[in-house]
């Protein structure tokens, strides 16, 4: 019986997430309290490459447990960065929520017909790279099965989402970033620091779990 309320109630959760990312959004203010002390905000313009990732939410323990991954050392920018799943949009693709659900099943293995998109975040620019990311929000009625891409993957971090509630996971860090010392916001997250746009990204989606009094039953 308990199994069956705490089902229900995640599918209610689920519903309420679905009304609150269709309404007006949090926006860039709310991205930016987990911005690194240098960043700025971007000026609008055209020319930006489209990227997406996806918050993937799914019941685990009775509550809604989502995913990161750890991405390996490699010469690129976001070299050995903690993310969300995702990544640039092919010229075939024509809604940036199919590159999501691409790249997530690229990455960790999920099957996109097992995911419902509820909406999406605030597009955020990411300077370095110059590119537009869309973040999308999606639900699975069960926990997938995970299957990493042993050369984009080097492990998982899943996490209930109301961890992202409690104060004591948002923390803040001197590092050096383009030569000089700057004040990081971060979640830490069983050690793993989540910062920079994915950090951004989740402050957002916190802001939505606000607005719906989420607490896990």
Same mark, same amino acid.
């Given at each position: 019986?308990?199994?069956?309320?705490?089902?229900?109630?995640?599918?209610?959760?689920?519903?309420?997430?679905?009304?609150?990312?269709?309404?007006?959004?949090?926006?860039?203010? +709310?991205?930016?309290?987990?911005?690194?002390?240098?960043?700025?905000?971007?000026?609008?313009?055209?020319?930006?490459?489209?990227?997406?990732?996806?918050?993937?939410?799914?019941?685990?323990?009775?509550?809604?447990?989502?995913?990161?991954?750890?991405?390996?050392?490699?010469?690129?920018?976001?070299?050995?960065?903690?993310?969300?799943?995702?990544?640039?949009?092919?010229?075939?693709?024509?809604?940036?929520?199919?590159?999501?659900?691409?790249?997530?099943?690229?990455?960790?293995?999920?099957?996109?017909?097992?995911?419902?998109?509820?909406?999406?975040?605030?597009?955020?620019? +990411?300077?370095?790279?110059?590119?537009?990311?869309?973040?999308?929000?999606?639900?699975?009625?069960?926990?997938?099965?995970?299957?990493?891409?042993?050369?984009?993957?080097?492990?998982?971090?899943?996490?209930?989402?109301?961890?992202?509630?409690?104060?004591?996971?948002?923390?803040?860090?001197?590092?050096?970033?383009?030569?000089?010392?700057?004040?990081?916001?971060?979640?830490?997250?069983?050690?793993?620091?989540?910062?920079?746009?994915?950090?951004?990204?989740?402050?957002?989606?916190?802001?939505?779990?606000?607005? +719906?009094?989420?607490?896990?039953?």
């Amino acid at each position: 019986m308990k199994n069956i309320r705490q089902t229900l109630n995640l599918l209610q959760i689920r519903d309420q997430l679905k009304e609150e990312l269709n309404k007006e959004l949090p926006g860039v203010e +709310i991205q930016y309290n987990m911005a690194p002390g240098l960043r700025k905000k971007p000026k609008s313009g055209p020319g930006k490459k489209i990227a997406a990732v996806l918050i993937l939410l799914y019941p685990f323990h009775g509550s809604l447990f989502t995913v990161f991954i750890k991405r390996p050392r490699y010469s690129g920018v976001h070299s050995g960065q903690i993310s969300l799943p995702g990544g640039k949009m092919e010229f075939y693709e024509t809604n940036p929520a199919e590159t999501a659900l691409r790249e997530a099943h690229e990455e960790i293995g999920i099957n996109p017909r097992d995911i419902e998109i509820l909406g999406k975040l605030t597009g955020l620019h +990411i300077p370095v790279s110059k590119i537009q990311v869309i973040p999308f929000v999606g639900f699975s009625i069960m926990k997938p099965h995970f299957q990493l891409h042993q050369f984009e993957v080097e492990f998982l971090i899943e996490t209930a989402v109301d961890e992202f509630l409690k104060p004591a996971t948002r923390q803040e860090k001197l590092k050096i970033l383009f030569i000089k010392r700057r004040l990081v916001p971060f979640y830490n997250i069983d050690g793993n620091h989540i910062w920079g746009a994915t950090a951004m990204i989740i402050s957002e989606f916190v802001e939505i779990l606000k607005r +719906i009094d989420y607490h896990p039953e």
